[in-house]
């Protein structure tokens, strides 16, 4: 079946722009993650859905970042005010279930660039 | 907290070599270890991953991983790369608490195969 995919594939944003970012999990996955990778690092996470609950926003670096899951299928990640560094690989990531030791899948990822 | 180190940023091997990728971990528990890997423009995939049972670990590609508790280590190796194994390979812990789920990642090692 069809993975997870991401839109858009590349984002050009000024600073002070809002943006929305989409992701639309493999279906019938319960769990929906989103993470944040600058350039050179490792991914590091952001916020966790299970189903349309938002579980976990512990990684969300301050209160610009917003994601929603009303379905529990489609999520958005929204970034408002843009900032310089904002910019970075935005992947979104489902799992079937909701444990620790579930495969995690990823989407292709979301390239902002902030000017 | 949890955390993951790759010591080696950059390694470049030859074609038909064997191959060794350090990882090493921080975490309370057991943990729940993975490895994937990224090619330029891709998602992350998915080639093996570790939660209990037999500690040598088989993944695709013909990649294998050893987790050794009293190392905290979780190395991935394979004995002959090739040439379309070039890329960025990530190792990474889970952690569950029942109602947050997330993976923690180190910051990559990029690998290039020389022909």
Same mark, same amino acid.
């Given at each position: 079946?069809?993975?997870?995919?991401?839109?858009?594939?590349?984002?050009?944003?000024? @600073?002070?722009?809002?943006? +929305?970012? @989409?992701?639309?999990?493999?279906?019938?996955?319960?769990?929906?993650?989103?993470?944040?990778? +600058?350039?050179?690092?490792?991914?590091?996470?952001?916020? !966790?859905?299970?189903?349309?609950?938002?579980?976990?926003?512990?990684?969300?670096?301050?209160? @610009?970042?917003?994601?929603?899951?009303?379905?529990? %299928?489609?999520?958005?990640?929204?970034?408002?005010?843009?900032?310089?560094?904002?910019?970075?690989? !935005?992947?979104? +990531?489902?799992?079937?279930?909701?444990?620790? %030791?579930?495969?995690?899948?990823?989407?292709?990822?979301? @390239?902002?660039?902030?000017? | 907290?949890?955390?993951? *180190?790759?010591?080696?940023?950059?390694?470049?091997?030859?074609?038909?070599?064997?191959?060794? /990728?350090?990882?090493?971990?921080? &975490?309370?528990?057991?943990? &729940?270890?993975?490895?994937?890997?990224?090619?330029?423009?891709?998602?992350?995939? /998915?080639? /093996?991953?570790?939660?209990?049972?037999?500690?040598?670990?088989?993944?695709?590609?013909?990649?294998?991983?050893?987790?050794?508790?009293?190392?905290?280590?979780?190395?991935?190796?394979?004995?002959?790369?090739?040439?379309?194994?070039?890329?960025?390979?990530?190792?990474?812990?889970?952690?569950?608490?029942? *109602?947050?789920?997330?993976?923690?990642?180190? *910051?990559?090692?990029? /690998?290039?195969?020389?022909?």
């Amino acid at each position: 079946g069809a993975g997870v995919s991401q839109s858009p594939r590349y984002k050009v944003a000024k @600073r002070g722009q809002d943006v +929305a970012l @989409r992701c639309d999990p493999i279906s019938g996955h319960v769990s929906l993650f989103w993470y944040q990778q +600058a350039l050179g690092q490792g991914p590091e996470f952001l916020t !966790y859905f299970q189903n349309e609950a938002q579980l976990d926003k512990s990684g969300l670096p301050s209160d @610009r970042f917003f994601a929603e899951r009303p379905e529990g %299928s489609v999520s958005t990640l929204k970034i408002q005010r843009t900032q310089q560094e904002d910019s970075a690989v !935005y992947l979104c +990531a489902s799992s079937l279930a909701a444990g620790g %030791s579930d495969t995690q899948y990823f989407g292709p990822g979301t @390239r902002l660039t902030v000017l | 907290a949890q955390s993951v *180190t790759q010591p080696d940023i950059h390694i470049t091997v030859s074609e038909g070599a064997s191959l060794e /990728l350090r990882c090493n971990y921080s &975490y309370g528990a057991t943990p &729940y270890l993975f490895w994937y890997v990224q090619s330029p423009g891709q998602g992350l995939q /998915l080639l /093996l991953k570790y939660f209990s049972g037999d500690t040598l670990v088989q993944g695709i590609k013909g990649f294998e991983a050893e987790f050794k508790r009293s190392q905290s280590s979780f190395n991935l190796r394979k004995p002959s790369v090739h040439w379309s194994d070039a890329a960025e390979y990530f190792c990474a812990v889970g952690s569950y608490t029942g *109602t947050a789920s997330k993976l923690t990642f180190g *910051t990559g090692t990029r /690998l290039q195969v020389t022909l």
